[in-house]
């Protein structure tokens, strides 16, 4: 054979494998930007789930602050609640105690005014001893007199003409 006829072959053969070349580099590139597609069609949903996700945490957050300033509004309205309370017992306890003490005032003075009592009756500004509620002294105070305090009884009880 001749010379020219090797030299066609090994371009023909070149050429093929030139062309097996590119074929094969062209079905990779086609592969590999089918598979960044796959890729990133498939980060993009994870993208989405991942917003929706945040979105539905960021809902719940804002919930939460709404009912985290809720209860504080709450909690402040109790504690003006509180405060009025407060102040409204207060000016009751002041009522109760300008009462009373118009009340021991009266009672002074008719224990004053009484002839009967006038003498006995000592008033300290209180009429019932601390805490117990139990009367000490003036109107309330019973009177337990041994008959012996009296004019003419002896220690049997009153005289009877002996």
Do not use: C, F, Y
Not at 51 to 76: F, G, I, M, P, V
Not at 77 to 101: K, M, P, T
Not at 109 to 121: I, K, Q, T, V, Y
Request: aromatic share 2%.
């Amino acid at each position: 054979m001749d010379t020219w006829i090797w030299i066609v072959i090994g371009v023909v053969v070149l050429a093929i494998i030139v062309v097996a070349v590119l074929a094969i580099t062209r079905k990779k590139s086609e592969r590999d930007q089918e598979q960044r597609a796959v890729q990133e069609r498939a980060n993009r949903k994870q993208a989405a789930a991942l917003r929706a996700d945040a979105e539905q945490r960021d809902l719940e957050a804002r919930e939460r602050e709404a009912q985290a300033t809720s209860t504080e509004a709450q909690a402040q309205q109790a504690r003006v609640e509180a405060d009025r309370l407060e102040r409204e017992a207060q000016a009751q306890a002041q009522g109760a105690d300008r009462v009373r003490s118009d009340v021991d005032r009266e009672l002074a003075d008719a224990d004053h005014l009484d002839p009967d009592r006038g003498a006995e009756s000592t008033r300290s500004g209180s009429e019932h001893q601390a805490g117990t509620g139990e009367p000490d002294s003036g109107r309330h105070a019973e009177r337990t007199r041994p008959d012996s305090d009296r004019p003419g009884a002896g220690a049997d009880g009153p005289s009877r003409g002996r």
